[in-house]
């Protein structure tokens, strides 16, 4: 299993230019799920996906940043326009969870991030 | 949520028992005790899960209180890899589909 896959790896990009990051989920998992990690406010979640279904985007910060998931098999994380204060670590996870979600244990896997810096 | 408090940082020995404590006063009756750890420019890794009992697996043992208000994450013997950032995390009941919200963890760090 090749695990969380996300890319670019490294992007660096210009303040108010289009930024979009890519995620494909361990196969079978069918929860997803973005995070973003800087010094000042650790790791936040900014949404989570259940079969391809978001189910809760309110760690999304604003309007300027949209998620997809158009597949079991890939999301995107859109950032329009970017600004500095969006420079940080997005990390993609993804785990299996039955529907509706019992009250067992749910397991993520994360992926090696997507590194961002906005100039 | 239930929130967790856990020490900033510590320090350990190589070849000795790591025990990273975890307070988790407010946990609720179905909700899990999770560790994950972060080593140094990779994404979180699990490694371990529990309710009510202890639970060990081939990374690490845990051991939760009787009252479950905190547990302690012991890795038997360290190495230098084990130096990362250790978050305890208490996962929400009811329809989270798995949602888990990390804190600051304990930084560990194994010396020769």
Aim: glycine share 8%.
């Amino acid at each position: 299993d090749a695990g969380v896959i996300q890319s670019p790896r490294h992007e660096v990009t210009e303040m108010g230019q289009e930024v979009t990051l890519r995620c494909k989920p361990i196969s079978g998992h069918n929860s997803l799920f973005w995070y973003r990690q800087t010094m000042m406010r650790g790791l936040e979640l900014l949404i989570y996906f259940n079969n391809n279904v978001p189910i809760d985007d309110s760690g999304m910060p604003e309007d300027r940043f949209s998620a997809k998931m158009p597949n079991a098999s890939f999301s995107t994380l859109k950032i329009q326009p970017s600004e500095p204060r969006d420079s940080a670590v997005y990390f993609c996870a993804s785990s299996y969870q039955v529907s509706p979600p019992l009250s067992g244990a749910n397991v993520l896997t994360f992926g090696a991030g997507s590194r961002l810096t906005v100039l | 949520d239930a929130k967790t408090t856990q020490p900033t940082s510590m320090d350990c020995a190589e070849g000795r028992a790591a025990n990273l404590p975890c307070n988790h006063s407010t946990i609720s009756g179905n909700e899990y005790v999770y560790w994950y750890r972060q080593i140094h420019s990779q994404g979180p890794q699990y490694i371990i899960h529990g309710l009510k009992n202890n639970e060990t697996n081939e990374m690490a043992s845990l051991i939760i209180t009787e009252d479950r208000k905190s547990s302690t994450l012991i890795l038997p013997h360290a190495t230098l890899r084990d130096t990362a950032v250790y978050y305890c995390i208490v996962r929400p009941g009811g329809t989270s589909y798995g949602k888990l919200t990390f804190g600051q963890g304990t930084i560990l760090t194994v010396h020769p």
